[in-house]
């Protein structure tokens, strides 16, 4: 019994393969067939390929691959593989161009089939991160250095064959798809960029606009406070959405400039008394801007109203006079229909 278990137990002991660089080839591919320059990215200014497409050239899996580098580690410095980052991957994956998108842009009107074949191939989205328990794996990318390496740590025919037609292919893309490539990515980098300064505006804006004072539904303007009055009346007239209707005995050329300040469809009336100066203001305006109409006033009205689309406001002093002397302005709870029918 004892020799028979040391025979099984040699048997066990000749069937382990301790050579880790001989990789078992699980796809059958044709090389010949088998674009390799349309595999070559530029990522950090640098030609490189994943390991998932050298995984396929070379006939092994991705983990099979990666786990044959990791037993090498110490060939494979920063500048013959590195990993992407998380960012980088999703940039990379936002570059899907096509050839038509680029030569509308007079990117790659010079280039070739061949080389515009390459220069989409540079932004076209790679295979997806491989998941593992649920968390997602980043790629890892080879330089040239790092693919001629791979030669020594693989050490089959097929690595050899395989790394042979990759220093070609890296030999044969033009320095011009290279340099497109950058450019592209630099511009890709200005829009996101770009992106992120306006949405930073964006919310410097919105909170400047909830921090501005609110209009107040009463407003009293002291003596002297000509301007503030002014300004307030002008945020009336350009919130107005559909109408503005004022009901004034006194009005000039200012009260015409005020109402100028509206949107474009709104519309705007004036009821005053008839004085022939403001009259020729009048026409000589609605000759050159938007027409303000004028309805003359049956008799003399103590208060002054200021319709604004559905609100009425009570005036405590002629529009031109705002502020030059103590006055408010309240909004009242009245209709504007109830205002016009008592004209």
Avoid at 45 to 56: E, P, T, Y
Avoid at 242 to 267: H, P, Q, T
Wanted: one cysteine or more; glycine letters at 2%.
């Amino acid at each position: 019994m004892d020799k028979q278990s040391n025979k099984k137990k040699k048997v066990k002991k000749a069937e382990v393969v301790a050579n880790c660089d001989q990789l078992p080839q699980v796809i059958n591919h044709d090389l010949a067939n088998i674009n390799i320059e349309s595999l070559i990215r530029i990522i950090r200014g640098q030609k490189v390929m994943f390991d998932s497409d050298l995984a396929m050239l070379y006939g092994v899996t991705t983990s099979r691959l990666n786990e044959q580098v990791k037993r090498n580690v110490n060939r494979f410095p920063d500048d013959f593989m590195f990993q992407l980052t998380k960012e980088e991957w999703i940039v990379l994956r936002s570059q899907i161009a096509t050839a038509k998108d680029l030569k509308s842009q007079n990117v790659i009107s010079n280039l070739s089939e061949n080389q515009e074949e390459v220069l989409i191939s540079q932004n076209a989205t790679s295979k997806p991160i491989e998941r593992r328990g649920g968390t997602q794996k980043l790629p890892h990318v080879f330089t040239r250095n790092g693919i001629g390496m791979l030669s020594s740590v693989l050490r089959s025919e097929t690595a050899v064959e395989v790394n042979i037609r990759i220093m070609r292919a890296f030999t044969a893309i033009p320095d011009i798809v290279n340099d497109n490539v950058l450019m592209m990515q630099r511009i890709l980098h200005i829009e996101q960029h770009q992106t992120e300064t306006d949405e930073k505006v964006n919310k410097i804006i919105t909170t400047i606009e909830n921090r501005l004072p609110e209009q107040l539904p009463e407003q009293i303007f002291a003596t002297g406070c000509v301007w503030d009055a002014w300004a307030y009346v002008s945020d009336l007239v350009r919130s107005a959405k559909k109408r503005i209707v004022l009901i004034d005995n006194f009005v000039d050329d200012r009260v015409l400039s005020l109402l100028d300040k509206r949107a474009d469809d709104v519309e705007a009336t004036i009821y005053s008394r008839y004085y022939e100066p403001f009259q020729t203001d009048l026409k000589k305006h609605n000759e050159q801007y938007r027409e303000v109409l004028f309805v003359q006033l049956p008799q003399k009205n103590h208060d002054r109203f200021l319709i604004i689309d559905d609100d009425v406001y009570l005036l405590g002093a002629s529009v031109k006079d705002m502020g030059v002397g103590m006055c408010a302005v309240t909004k009242m709870q009245v209709s504007p229909e109830t205002i016009l029918q008592l004209i």
